[in-house]
């Protein structure tokens, strides 16, 4: 099975920063796609961003130009650097793999969330 830890999520003042963290752990041969989703109160779950194992990025037309999204494939992590937030980026953040390759076969994964909260 596949474990995934993420971290970084907090308070932060509007248009300040903060770097989620996305480390996955298990017998993993390769990952196909990582990625961040959020879900604020009342609202559906969106896709943020999203990275390809070649790198290519989507974004959500909300977050382009403001958030970056990384990722590290000897450590297993994916990264979301969050700038200029702004309350309406308040919600839980998720982490999510798509097409984890490991002895059991092919799967998606996500994580439990970290919450991030923009206010004054």
């Known amino acids: 099975q596949v474990q995934l830890v993420e971290s970084g999520g907090g308070l932060v003042q509007p248009g300040g920063s903060l770097r989620l963290s996305c480390a996955a752990s298990?017998?993993?041969?390769?990952?196909?796609?990582m990625g961040w989703y959020r879900q604020a109160p009342g609202k559906e779950r969106e896709l943020v961003a999203r990275?390809?194992?070649?790198?290519?990025?989507n974004y959500a037309d909300s977050v382009k130009g403001r958030f970056t999204i990384s990722r590290d494939n000897a450590k297993v992590t994916v990264y979301l650097q969050m700038n200029s937030l702004t309350p309406e980026d308040t919600a839980v953040y998720y982490c999510?793999?798509?097409?984890?390759?490991?002895?059991?076969?092919?799967?998606?994964?996500w994580g439990k969330g970290t919450l991030v909260t923009v206010s004054s």
């Open positions: 999510r793999l798509e097409r984890v390759i490991g002895p059991w076969g092919d799967m998606d994964y």
């Open positions: 298990g017998t993993i041969f390769s990952i196909n796609t």
């Open positions: 990275i390809t194992g070649g790198g290519s990025t």
